[in-house]
């Protein structure tokens, strides 16, 4: 993964298990990924989506609550402004979540193309692919405490729109129409 404040105070993290799964090529592929969410300025650019979108949340939830807590008796108004409030903050977060999750899948692929301008598309597919053999190794059942860590999307439903990353089916299909 890409950390950093800024594009000059950056840095790519690399698991022991992922130098000893992927071949050159395959690493490549993977650090010219990350390099490109360094290029984009993806970390900083997120923080501020997040931040933009929970300053709405807020904003909305006590708007909305002010203007219900004003049609209730006057006794009775700090704690409908209060419950109306907590209750449309979860509401509205969980429908920014999906704004966000949208706009983190959409800097996938950005990065996945970026990377593949870095190391080749081959590299970058070829990489996308050990990702998925090795994915499909770990199961999640037996291992609950690894379930976060898998990278692979949802296909469906509520998760698919909360998915921080495409699946990887649909990102190997657009690096490989993109040659």
């Excluded at 900083?44 to 807020?58: K, Y």
């Excluded at 059942?141 to 998915?163: D, F, N, P, W």
């Amino acid at each position: 993964f890409a950390t950093g404040a800024n594009k000059n105070a950056a840095l790519v993290a690399v698991s022991t298990g992922l130098l000893g799964r992927m071949s050159q090529r395959q690493m490549e592929g993977v650090l010219s990924h990350e390099v490109a969410h360094i290029a984009n300025g993806d970390m900083v650019t997120m923080t501020l989506v997040q931040g933009v979108v929970n300053a709405f949340v807020m904003f909305f939830a006590r708007v909305i609550a002010f203007a219900v807590s004003q049609n209730v008796k006057e006794e009775s108004r700090r704690t409908v402004n209060f419950m109306v409030t907590m209750v449309l903050e979860i509401a509205f977060s969980l429908l920014g979540a999906m704004v966000v999750a949208y706009f983190s899948r959409w800097r996938e692929f950005r990065a996945d193309a970026g990377g593949a301008k870095l190391a080749g598309s081959a590299s970058m597919i070829d990489a996308l692919k050990a990702l998925k053999r090795s994915i499909e190794t770990i199961d999640v059942e037996a291992h609950a405490s690894v379930a976060t860590l898998k990278i692979s999307g949802q296909s469906g439903g509520l998760m698919a729109l909360l998915a921080t990353h495409p699946p990887l089916e649909e990102r190997i299909a657009k690096l490989e129409n993109m040659r």
